[in-house]
Nanobody
Framework: QVQLVESGGGLVRPGDSLRLSCTAS????????GSWVRKVQGKGYEWISG????????DYTDSVMGRFTISSDAAKNTLILQMDSLRPEDTAVYYC???????????????WGQGTQVTVSS
């Protein structure tokens, strides 16, 4: 049974940083790859970053390129998203997912995890 536990969100000011973590059970990020997606209330998921099987390739959507960094810790089966220079438009609930590194390769089910809220506000 797949379970994803996202953590690390919070309320920060523009320009601040956050580090999100996602620990998985039921599958391995090193065998499936992984992605981070986010969701604003009333809208669909937005893919923002992905990492390949084995972690050798990463990809980002344009709006976070150069500000966010995705990585994985195979020993802990954890996906990490380092978010720097945060902007108000980054406010959303952030979720991790199976599959990466491209935006067409991710998959998650609602029951897998609750996500973590990131709010960027002055």
């Amino acid at each position: 049974q797949v379970q994803l536990v996202e953590s690390g969100g919070g309320l920060v000011r523009p320009g601040d940083s956050l580090r999100l973590s996602c620990t998985a059970s039921g599958f391995s990020f090193s065998m499936k790859g992984g992605s981070w997606v986010r969701k604003v209330q009333g809208k669909g998921y937005e893919w923002i970053s992905g990492i390949s099987i084995g972690g050798g390739d990463t990809d980002y959507t344009d709006s976070v390129m150069g500000r966010f960094t995705i990585s994985s810790d195979a020993a802990k089966n954890t996906l990490i998203l380092q978010m720097d220079s945060l902007r108000p438009e980054d406010t959303a609930v952030y979720y991790c997912a199976q599959g990466g590194p491209r935006r067409t390769m991710w998959w998650r089910e609602e029951r897998w995890g609750q996500g973590t809220q990131v709010t960027v506000s002055s």
